[in-house]
């Protein structure tokens, strides 16, 4: 051959894990607990460190109080620590400003920083795996933990998107692709030929990163966190698991033309939207599978291939929240109200009845 081909270097390895804000931390405990089937394996200055069960570390989300909902960071293990060092170095050599964490549960020194829309991001490579006490370990010698018997339960985190204002998304997407080695794995144009969102990743996923343009024009805001079933039929659980409990579904379960998974949104309660994948759709093998670009005209089709349209909301509501100008797509801004809460109470009494009966 006689071109040259300049090689990706493969210094970040995969998504670890998430940190979200939430206004109403003992509800949102419950909804990850109770539906979504997670487990709590620690608590430390009010935040509470959460696993799937089949996340190989110690945790994949920490949910900490704060006076409104957001993310407060994203972290990434890198695939080594001369890795982590090498892109700390990149990074300050461009001008990034960060800082080092020598203190955090569950994993060794990090170095925390800002992508260029202003979403804090952290990379580590020292980190703890999980192990399973007795109770909880699964006869699976390849799985992490025992399949819990509570909610419709995940099995690993996934991916996060990143609300980012319109004119930051090209250039926030190459930052990732120049800085931190990922691949632009799909894209939407808009009219003019610039990415309005981005999908990317540094693994066979076709993303553990998306970023998309911001409908109220805000930057550095949290649009989803998602989670992986893969059992599509777990969404049509969900569902109606949600509508027993009040856990407002936004939209789905439907397909994706962009990944082609099988998906649902739903608000957590504290504001927080959050994805579940039934089948995170195809795996990128080829080593320099070129961008799969979706023209403006395809938008529609690049984010619904089927399941019916996506509310307005989906496009405007992200944390922490802006104050809409149309009143109606407001539904979200306060912490949501559900049933979980009642169900566990009124199961509670019906046992201490049943205890003091006997």
Do not use: C, N
């Given at each position: 051959m006689t071109e040259t081909y300049v090689e990706?270097?493969?210094?970040?390895?995969?998504?670890?894990?998430?940190?979200?804000?939430?206004?109403?931390?003992?509800?949102?405990?419950e909804f990850f607990t109770e539906i979504l089937g997670m487990t709590v394996v620690h608590e430390e200055n009010?935040?509470?460190?959460?696993?799937?069960?089949?996340?190989?570390?110690k945790y994949s989300l920490i949910l900490t109080p704060h006076h409104e909902a957001g993310m407060k960071h994203t972290a990434f293990r890198t695939y080594s620590p001369q890795a982590l060092e090498r892109r700390?170095?990149?990074?300050?050599?461009?001008?990034?400003?960060?800082?080092?964490i020598e203190e955090s549960y569950g994993h060794g020194r990090a170095y925390q920083f800002d992508d260029l829309d202003g979403h804090r991001l952290e990379l580590f490579w020292e980190v703890e795996r999980y192990e399973a006490p007795?109770?909880?370990s699964s006869q699976l010698r390849n799985r992490a933990q025992r399949r819990p018997l509570r909610g419709v339960p995940v099995r690993r985190i996934d991916h996060v998107n990143f609300l980012t204002n319109e004119a930051n998304v090209p250039k926030n997407a190459q930052f990732y692709v120049d800085k931190l080695g990922f691949n632009i794995r799909e894209g939407v144009k808009k009219p003019d030929g610039d990415f309005f969102a981005t999908w990317l990743s540094v693994s066979p996923l076709v993303h553990e990163v998306a970023l998309m343009g911001d409908a109220l024009n805000g930057s550095g805001r949290f649009?989803?966190?998602?989670?992986?079933?893969?059992?599509p039929q777990h969404l049509d659980d969900l569902s109606d698991v949600c509508k027993e409990y009040g856990i407002p579904i936004e939209a789905g379960p439907l397909k994706h033309g962009v990944s082609q998974a099988l998906c649902m949104y739903v608000i957590e309660p504290g504001g927080n939207r959050i994805e579940l994948f039934g089948d995170s759709g195809y795996l990128i093998l080829d080593p320099d599978k070129p961008t799969v670009?979706?023209?403006?005209?395809?938008?529609?089709?690049?984010?619904?291939?089927?399941g019916g349209r996506l509310p307005e909301t989906y496009f405007r509501h992200g944390t922490p929240a802006i104050k809409d100008e149309t009143d109606d797509l407001n539904v979200y801004f306060e912490?949501?109200?559900n049933k979980i809460s009642q169900a566990k109470d009124a199961e509670q009494k019906e046992m201490v009845e049943r205890m003091t009966q006997s």
């Open positions: 990706k270097f493969r210094d970040v390895h995969q998504l670890a894990h998430a940190e979200l804000y939430t206004p109403v931390i003992d509800k949102s405990v009010g935040s509470v460190y959460l696993r799937a069960y089949e996340d190989t570390y700390v170095e990149a990074l300050e050599a461009a001008g990034v400003k960060g800082e080092w007795e109770h909880l649009h989803h966190l998602a989670f992986w079933y893969g059992m670009e979706w023209p403006a005209e395809d938008t529609e089709l690049a984010i619904i291939w089927y912490p949501v109200s």
